[in-house]
């Protein structure tokens, strides 16, 4: 045999349940908030940004140079036969 709930206990559960979705849904931006918030996440993690930037430099330098040295032709003058 299963107990009856009187409707006001019915509502009661269902504006406690109500509450604490309320709750979760707030935590829930918050943490949204803070995930997304990108110049907290670049003060956070400034060694890593100024190591990748640093990297990226290279990156695109070197493949800048490499075009470079492709169309001006000095990597063929460089051929010693």
Known sequence: MSAQRTPE???RSIEA???ELGLA???LRGEIVKATDWR???KAH???VVIG???AGFVVGGG???VTGLLTGRR???RYY
């Open 53 to 55: 930037a640093a990297v």
């Open 9 to 11: 206990e019915i509502r």
């Open 46 to 48: 400034k060694r890593e």
């Open 17 to 19: 349940n109500r509450a």
């Open 25 to 27: 849904v707030e935590n």
């Open 40 to 42: 907290s996440q670049l």
């Open 64 to 66: 800048i140079a490499a």
């Open 76 to 78: 063929a003058s460089r």
